[in-house]
């Protein structure tokens, strides 16, 4: 096993990934930018070496820089975290050729999933149900058009290199490819360096499910079930539970038999989520494959018993995974709300400054992926997630209760948070219910109806405030009158005070 862990990440995963590497016995190294000299990641390593100024391109999208730091830490492998480099398969490349083992998969196997052109082609040959769609890029208006026109609109334009959202378009009619098109291959080459898109049939409402999958360097591939990520704002999750209100048995062993064969096209090894489309058939189709891990991962631990961190750790180790597919059975149901530095009531505005305040949430079935402190200055350069805050019950119905519990126990002054935003999203009926989409929080949330919590906090303060004056003002006080006492009390109270002077 490895003897010193270089994290090249920061934030609540980094501190995630340092905690596993003291339980397994592992020295955890950290790096930091300029911004994060102080930052709660760094104070849990053993070690810590600066690569870079405060911009992540100058830091923690540095691969020169975190190799540098992993020669003077001496670390022996690196793990990646989620974000930045954590599917950069250059940065795999790197760690190979420096001798420090990359604790994900290979360099071919993100390649493979990272363009999804490639991807598609590779899933349609394993037998993976995939969206219809273009065999290739599209060239031109006049050739999405035709494709559209066979498969039926309304169509999706997708960067074939995209990720996080971006380099994505809803085209409803012919008329609207050439703006379309334009603005989607624009968009692609200067997010990902690669102007190709291609079209597929656009899911009306649909629900994002992904299947956990762990595969080891000796032919064993383990799938830990399904989490439900339908609650999206703008194609980022913002709520994901596990399992989905909507998956039966059955249905989870055909999700689970796709992600398989998705892991096998590709000889996948470590941790990878193969993320399905579902619409309202509940008929599924392949959307990707993140080759690392999830930001969502722990609702699966919490559902399947199992820490996710340190099967990375020992797969990268050439361990062969000890668990069989028959043993993997979910028990209760665990929710995850990640919690953002961000202002719901003004269109989630990143909210920066220093957190004087900050209580977590605590109690039973609660856990928090923290990355900061009372005292912490958030810097402007980073995702605004300020962590996640997880929490696990018997059953779902309990789950939410408990969620909107925690979530009010929740605190991070003066800083603005979307605490409000996410016990809305619980409250919701379709949230209760389960039958919430993808689209849900474009078409039903509305600002106005936000419970702000500090102004009712400040509306109670002045109405305490105005009933203990008036009170104070009516009521009449009694007096002491000595004088009518009699031998017994004077002598009582005469020894009391001796004994309270003493």
Same mark, same amino acid.
Request: hydrophobic letters at 40%; aromatic letters at 8%; a neutral charge.
């Given at each position: 096993?490895?003897?010193?862990?270089?994290?090249?990440?920061?934030?609540?995963?980094?501190?995630?990934?340092?905690?596993?590497?003291?339980?397994?016995?592992?020295?955890?190294?950290?790096?930091?930018?300029?911004?994060?000299?102080?930052?709660?990641?760094?104070?849990?390593?053993?070690?810590?070496?600066?690569?870079?100024?405060?911009?992540?391109?100058?830091?923690?999208?540095?691969?020169?820089?975190?190799?540098?730091?992993?020669?003077?830490?001496?670390?022996?492998?690196?793990? %990646?975290?989620?974000?930045?480099?954590?599917?950069?398969?250059?940065?795999?490349?790197?760690?190979?050729?420096?001798?420090?083992?990359? /604790?994900? %998969?290979?360099?071919?196997?993100?390649?493979?999933?990272?363009?999804?052109?490639?991807?598609?082609?590779?899933?349609?040959?394993?037998?993976?149900?995939?969206?219809?769609?273009?065999?290739?890029? /599209?060239?031109?208006?006049?050739?999405?058009?035709?494709?559209?026109?066979? /498969?039926?609109?309304?169509?999706?334009?997708?960067?074939?290199?995209?990720?996080?959202?971006?380099?994505?378009?809803?085209?409803?009619?012919?008329?609207?490819?050439?703006?379309?098109?334009?603005?989607?291959?624009?968009?692609?080459?200067?997010?990902?360096?690669?102007?190709?898109?291609?079209? @597929?049939?656009?899911?009306?409402?649909?629900?994002?499910?992904?299947?956990?999958?762990?595969?080891?360097?000796?032919?064993?591939?383990?799938?830990?079930?399904?989490?439900?990520?339908?609650?999206?704002?703008?194609?980022?999750?913002?709520?994901?539970?596990?399992?989905?209100?909507?998956?039966? %048995?059955?249905?989870?062993?055909?999700?689970?038999?796709?992600?398989?064969?998705?892991?096998?096209?590709?000889?996948?090894?470590?941790?990878?989520?193969?993320?399905?489309?579902?619409?309202?058939?509940?008929?599924?189709?392949?959307?990707?494959?993140?080759?690392?891990?999830?930001?969502?991962?722990? *609702?699966?631990?919490?559902?399947?018993?199992?820490?996710?961190?340190?099967?990375?750790?020992?797969?990268?180790?050439?361990?062969?995974?000890?668990?069989?597919?028959?043993? *993997?059975?979910?028990?209760?149901?665990?929710?995850?709300?990640?919690?953002?530095?961000?202002?719901?009531?003004?269109?989630?505005?990143?909210?920066?400054?220093?957190?004087?305040?900050?209580?977590?949430?605590?109690?039973?079935?609660?856990?928090? @992926?923290?990355?900061?402190?009372?005292?912490?200055?958030?810097?402007?350069?980073?995702? %605004?997630?300020?962590?996640?805050?997880?929490?696990?019950?018997?059953?779902?119905?309990?789950?939410?209760?408990?969620?909107?519990?925690?979530?009010?126990?929740?605190?991070?002054?003066?800083?603005?948070?979307?605490?409000?935003?996410?016990?809305?999203?619980?409250?919701?009926?379709?949230?209760?219910?389960?039958?919430?989409?993808?689209?849900?929080?474009?078409?039903?949330?509305?600002?106005?109806?936000?419970?702000?919590?500090?102004?009712?906090?400040?509306?109670?303060?002045?109405?305490?405030?105005?009933?203990?004056?008036?009170?104070?003002?009516?009521?009449?006080?009694?007096?002491?009158?000595?004088?009518?006492?009699?031998?017994?009390?004077?002598?009582?109270?005469?020894?009391?005070?001796?004994?309270?002077?003493?």
């Amino acid at each position: 096993m490895f003897a010193k862990i270089l994290i090249a990440n920061r934030g609540e995963i980094a501190v995630r990934v340092a905690r596993a590497c003291k339980e397994m016995g592992i020295t955890p190294v950290a790096i930091y930018s300029d911004a994060d000299r102080t930052a709660l990641h760094v104070a849990h390593a053993y070690e810590a070496y600066r690569v870079g100024a405060s911009e992540s391109r100058e830091s923690y999208l540095n691969i020169p820089n975190i190799m540098n730091a992993c020669r003077a830490s001496g670390a022996d492998a690196v793990h %990646p975290g989620y974000g930045f480099l954590a599917e950069n398969a250059d940065f795999a490349e790197a760690c190979a050729d420096a001798g420090v083992a990359f /604790i994900g %998969p290979t360099p071919s196997a993100m390649r493979a999933m990272g363009n999804k052109l490639a991807a598609r082609a590779a899933m349609k040959k394993a037998g993976v149900p995939t969206v219809p769609g273009s065999d290739g890029p /599209i060239a031109n208006a006049k050739d999405a058009a035709k494709v559209a026109k066979d /498969i039926g609109y309304p169509v999706l334009l997708k960067a074939a290199a995209g990720g996080g959202g971006k380099g994505m378009r809803v085209v409803r009619s012919e008329a609207e490819f050439d703006a379309a098109l334009k603005l989607t291959t624009g968009e692609a080459s200067s997010a990902f360096g690669d102007a190709s898109v291609y079209l @597929e049939k656009f899911v009306e409402r649909p629900k994002h499910i992904e299947i956990q999958v762990m595969a080891d360097g000796h032919g064993n591939v383990v799938t830990y079930g399904e989490r439900e990520c339908s609650m999206q704002r703008r194609y980022q999750k913002v709520i994901e539970e596990a399992p989905s209100p909507i998956v039966s %048995p059955e249905m989870r062993a055909a999700l689970s038999d796709a992600a398989r064969k998705a892991a096998q096209a590709v000889d996948y090894r470590g941790a990878g989520t193969v993320e399905f489309i579902v619409d309202s058939e509940r008929r599924f189709y392949f959307l990707e494959m993140n080759t690392r891990l999830q930001v969502e991962h722990p *609702v699966t631990e919490m559902v399947y018993g199992v820490d996710l961190v340190k099967q990375q750790i020992e797969i990268a180790g050439g361990t062969a995974l000890s668990v069989r597919q028959q043993d *993997v059975v979910p028990r209760g149901h665990a929710i995850e709300m990640r919690v953002y530095a961000e202002d719901p009531a003004h269109n989630f505005l990143p909210s920066i400054g220093t957190i004087k305040r900050l209580v977590l949430p605590q109690g039973p079935g609660v856990r928090n @992926e923290n990355g900061v402190y009372e005292g912490y200055q958030i810097p402007i350069y980073y995702d %605004p997630m300020l962590g996640k805050l997880v929490v696990y019950a018997d059953t779902r119905e309990e789950a939410i209760r408990r969620a909107r519990r925690a979530l009010g126990e929740y605190r991070c002054e003066p800083v603005r948070t979307n605490v409000d935003f996410l016990l809305w999203a619980l409250a919701e009926e379709a949230f209760v219910d389960g039958s919430y989409d993808t689209k849900h929080i474009e078409s039903h949330f509305d600002a106005s109806k936000l419970h702000q919590r500090d102004q009712e906090v400040e509306l109670a303060a002045i109405a305490a405030a105005i009933a203990a004056y008036e009170y104070r003002s009516t009521v009449r006080y009694a007096t002491l009158d000595e004088s009518r006492d009699g031998a017994w009390r004077r002598a009582a109270r005469a020894d009391a005070t001796k004994r309270w002077s003493r």
